[in-house]
């Protein structure tokens, strides 16, 4: 029995070191793709979820880069921001999506839920800390090891066999061309109770960690809500959202687009520009830098 024991804990160990050299390897090998470069010229950077990735057409605003993803919580947002910056530096702004949605506990899922760990980690283990590491195992163990030993290898290999620069670098963020919908927008709205405001300190504590990061940097910050379609957008309390994030937030300037006048042909949903709305509002958007000689002058600024 003990040298059946012994047999199995030299396989799992065997097996675990395998899989990490594999995965290491891997990473180290998007890593030398350099997702984290920042194209010439930029000194504009956006970054959020799928509604600024939807949203801004960075080939159509000058200087500026579309570094947003879908499903992305800022925890796994302030983690690809450190790599960023740790790059030859030519930012000078950056915009980042700020709503009440971003704040609610369902959005916990999107830092150590199984789906989005299966999504995000295998991109970003490599670049996890200590402190990032203990929050993932102690909200989650289980997904965190099913994850890392079962699911990020295949994910990881099918991006390795795939590699393309352009492709790694899209892995970790960039604009998006939305479809366009033939649903009736506007049919099947969010509860409103749902839209509640600091339910969750993890994706505060994220956002806090991003700002402190960017003014350290010298960099000026910009909190953004994109363009809503109008059936959502009696449910947008941008004043209340703001008054709950802690003091120090509420000087940060505040351009609020959500009442864009975007038409309901130029939505992919609710929620997100379709291709022909983000060229729309990017031309407009890239018209007013412009007009403001690169002045992000525009929009709902801080608390009234």
Avoid: C
């Amino acid at each position: 029995m003990g040298k059946f024991i012994s047999n199995i804990a030299w396989f799992m160990a065997s097996f675990v070191l395998v899989i990490n050299t594999l995965l290491v390897s891997g990473a180290y090998f998007l890593k030398s793709k350099k997702p984290f470069e920042i194209p010439n010229g930029a000194r504009m950077l956006i970054i959020g979820n799928s509604q600024p990735e939807a949203a801004f057409n960075d080939k159509l605003i000058e200087n500026s880069y579309n570094f947003s993803k879908e499903a992305e919580p800022y925890f796994y947002t302030y983690i690809k921001l450190r790599r960023l910056l740790e790059q030859a530096n030519t930012i000078e702004n950056v915009l980042i999506q700020v709503s009440p949605w971003e704040f609610t506990s369902e959005r916990d899922k999107w830092v150590w839920g199984k789906s989005n760990l299966q999504s995000m980690y295998w991109k970003f283990f490599l670049h996890f800390n200590g402190e990032e590491y203990r929050l993932l195992f102690s909200e989650s163990w289980e997904n965190l090891l099913n994850v890392h030993l079962f699911q990020s290898l295949t994910r990881l290999y099918k991006r390795v066999v795939l590699a393309d620069s352009r492709k790694v670098k899209k892995d970790y963020g960039g604009y998006v061309a939305w479809p366009e919908t033939d649903l009736e927008l506007g049919a099947s709205l969010p509860e409103v109770e749902e839209l509640t405001y600091e339910s969750s300190n993890i994706h505060v504590a994220y956002l806090e960690k991003i700002i402190d990061l960017l003014q350290k940097e010298g960099i000026a910050i910009y909190f953004i809500q994109t363009p809503l379609h109008e059936s959502v957008r009696g449910l947008y309390d941008s004043q209340q959202m703001l008054e709950e994030l802690p003091e120090p937030m509420h000087t940060i300037p505040y351009l609020d687009f959500s009442a864009f006048p975007a038409e309901s042909i130029h939505f992919s949903d609710e929620f997100h520009l379709n291709a022909n709305g983000a060229a729309i509002f990017s031309k407009w958007f890239n018209q007013k830098l412009r007009d403001s000689n690169g002045e992000l002058e525009f929009g709902f600024t801080g608390i009234e």
